[in-house]
């Protein structure tokens, strides 16, 4: 990770691979030499975006960036699908909780408990699946 003139690292300045951006090209594309992990989001750029957030009186912000942070250790598709089983109607109150136990066990303890607290939402509103 490169520095700015402060000697604080550049959130960002380096991919997630380790890759310098400088380096990812639509033709390093095109011929191959960039995978996904070159243009993941590092989850030090997202704490990084978090704290600006917070600094702006945006806490609510400030949370999806580090819940955000919390799921790029886990692959993309249980990603894809930990937001399809939080749209109406798709799961049960056992499988929400299911999935928090899932995410805590994996570190991710904000998501676990997001998912807590849409399971009481979604029960209180008539959103589960039965």
């Known amino acids: 990770m490169t520095t700015g003139g402060s000697g604080v690292p550049t ?3 380096v ?4 890759r310098d951006p400088a ?11 960039v995978d996904i992990a070159d243009v993941r989001i590092h989850p030090d750029t997202l704490e990084h975006q978090a704290q600006v957030a917070e600094q702006h009186a945006n ?31 798709r799961s049960s109150a056992d499988e ?11 570190g991710a303890h904000r998501n676990a408990a997001l ?14 699946r039965q």
């Open 115 to 128: 998912f807590r607290e849409a399971a009481r939402v979604y029960e209180r509103r008539g959103l589960l």
């Open 96 to 106: 929400l909780a299911a999935l928090a136990d899932r995410l805590d066990s994996a």
């Open 15 to 18: 991919g997630a691979s380790g």
């Open 23 to 33: 380096g990812i090209t639509v033709e390093a594309v095109r011929d191959g030499l």
């Open 59 to 89: 806490r609510q912000l400030a949370e999806n960036f580090r819940r955000a942070a919390e799921l790029t250790a886990l692959p993309d598709d249980e990603v894809l699908a930990l937001y399809e089983a939080l749209r109406p109607y």
């Open 11 to 13: 959130p960002g300045a």
